[in-house]
């Protein structure tokens, strides 16, 4: 295998980088998916506890236990929602960042070889013999 240049490898690191953004934006979909579903079931509670049926009347402490616990986990998940949202923002500015320094070792792998070619012309220059005319 031929040895990467500096561009080379940062696109590697680059490649790398955006896969981990798309694992965070995956977790902070399930994550909203989660209090999607939750929301949904809160609301059945609710529903269930302002029922005039006489058995949704029977378990209406039950459902005002089960209406905190919901709410509980809706906090937490609204918390980890939070973070998974911080870790999506970190994870593109990093990507975004290692895009920049792609470019920037780019323009500086081009420069060199311009460089270089213009360096190979003058020595072919200087190797040929003068003009005689």
Do not use: C, W
């Not at 031929?2 to 080379?8: M, Q, T, W």
């Not at 870790?87 to 070792?105: N, S």
């Not at 311009?114 to 003058?122: C, G, K, R, T, W």
Request: no cysteine; net charge negative.
């Amino acid at each position: 295998m031929a040895p990467l240049n500096r561009s080379e490898k940062l696109q590697r690191l680059v490649a790398v980088q955006r896969h981990l953004e798309r694992m965070a934006e995956f977790d902070l979909a399930e994550t909203a998916r989660q209090r999607r579903e939750l929301a949904e079931t809160i609301d059945r509670v609710a529903d269930a506890m302002g029922s005039a049926k006489p058995l949704h009347a029977m378990f209406s402490g039950h459902y005002a236990s089960q209406l905190g616990r919901l709410a509980q986990k809706d906090s937490m998940l609204h918390g980890l929602q939070q973070v998974h949202e911080s870790r999506v923002i970190k994870e593109r500015a990093k990507g975004d960042r290692l895009a920049e320094h792609v470019k920037d070792a780019r323009d500086q792998e081009e420069r060199a070889a311009a460089d270089e070619a213009v360096f190979d012309i003058l020595d072919q220059r200087l190797l040929l013999p003068p003009d005689p005319y």
